[in-house]
């Protein structure tokens, strides 16, 4: 028995503050089951775009985030939620401003935000994963390309071995390095460079874990990989296996590359507002199977919100 002495489903609520989207989970769930999925409400904010030189987050930025955890919070009671966790991650880690932005919600909106750390997001995504497929999968590593970073976990146990978080998030590398439409070439390379620099400084670490037995990959980015190699649509429900093969995405790359914002939005599994970033998110994937020498890897339905519901789950049974 939890300490919240009952055992009827829970209705919980996360508040996903990240660099793409503002997007709220709500799950019925209790210990020792699978939190099932009620109803979702996201709002595409890219805080990222909204950073000034010096790397705050400008006055339109703050308004909007704002108004969009507002929205968020009246969805929330309208879905009858009765424990919200609220959470942010890289735009709001890394903004320059950040200590303010999070007073001034808490203020206005009386949430107060958690920042996690990119190390704690790569531990939560790393548990999501290991619940969803389980312990039969060995020795486990997860990707997960977000917004503002890349998170790198790997391990035996529900607990990884190593996480890591890398700078390496599709919006954040193409606000940074790409411009035009279709993008330049030369960025493209010059992009693709430092993608492969930044990961090498954390492969000594992760390869130290020895041979990994799953390779599993989450997030909007690699499904929306994954659907335009060739992996069933979402509309077929998340127990298919869909897999994202590095012989295709070595052979899309360069498509992607060349096509238009426009052309990139029409591909299956892509919406307009996130085809501009595609192409970094599809440089970042093919560079980290290429140093890890992945050939696979299997999509996982689960991240980081589930991976916080289900601590919370463990909390409450504790």
Known sequence: MGSYGYRHPVRLGVLDVGSNTIHLLVVDAHPGARPVPATSHKVELRLLEYLDKNGA???EGEQ???QSIADSLAQAENYGVEDLLAFATSALRDATNSDSILARVKEVTKV???VLSGHDEARLTFLAVR???GWSSGRMLAL???GG???IACGYDEEPDVAVSLPLG?????????TGDPFEVGQIRKLKRQIRSEIETVLPQVLSVGAIDHAVATSKTFRSLARICGAEPSTAGPFVPRFLKREALDQWVPQLASMTRVERGRLPGVSQGRANQLVAGALVAQVSMDLLGLETLEICPWALREGIILRRLDWMEG
């Open 57 to 59: 987050i400008n006055s």
């Open 64 to 66: 909007l985030l704002i």
């Open 112 to 114: 107060d935000l958690q």
């Open 131 to 133: 619940r969803w497929f």
């Open 144 to 146: 997960d390309i977000g």
């Open 149 to 151: 970073s890349l998170e």
């Open 170 to 178: 599709a919006n954040r590398l193409t606000t940074k390095y790409l």
